[in-house]
Every structure is written in C-alpha cells, then in structure tokens.
C-alpha cells in the first residue's frame, strides 16, 4: 500500500492486527444506528493525536447516547 494520505499508518497497523491468530469480526454499522459513536468520531477529529480519556462525556454526546441506548434510529436513503 502507497502512502497515500494520513491514515495510511493506521490502515497498515490495523491490516496488520487483523493477520494475527485470533478470531476477529468486523461489522459495519451505519451512522443512523450509532449516532454516539459518529459524533465521538468526529469529535476526536478535532483533538489532538493520542490518548483521551473523558471523566464525564463530552458535550453535545449525551443525547447520542441516550437514543443509541433506546435503540432509537433514523432512516437511510441508500441509492440503488
């Protein structure tokens, strides 16, 4: 793989985890079925690079939560 852009690193480490000898499951779960987790990926975006750790959640994530945890979602449009 090229180093094509920033992330090039991580993709090469996490493709490199993935080869050990261990049973991994990798599932794609869409952004409307998670929204804790998307707006904490976009959060971390501004944030510098390294290790975080929030004694509370951070602000705007407890809503997220809270519907993720009631199983709220919201509908997708996906093209066919």
Same mark, same amino acid.
């Given at each position: 793989?090229?180093?094509? &852009? ?16 261990? $049973? ?5 779960? *869409? ?11 976009? *959060?971390?975006?501004? #944030? !510098? #690079? =390294? #290790?975080? #750790?929030?004694?509370? !959640? !951070?602000? =705007?994530? $407890?809503?997220?939560?809270? &519907?993720?945890? *009631? =199983?709220?979602?919201?509908?997708? *449009? $996906?093209? !066919?």
């Amino acid at each position: 793989m090229e180093s094509s &852009n920033e992330y090039t690193h991580l993709i090469r480490s996490i493709r490199d985890l993935i080869k050990r000898n261990w $049973v991994i499951t990798i599932n794609h779960i *869409y952004r409307e079925a998670n929204f804790a987790a998307d707006f904490l990926t976009n *959060y971390a975006l501004e #944030l !510098p #690079l =390294g #290790l975080h #750790l929030f004694s509370i !959640p !951070p602000p =705007g994530v $407890v809503s997220f939560i809270a &519907n993720d945890l *009631y =199983g709220i979602t919201y509908s997708r *449009y $996906v093209l !066919p």
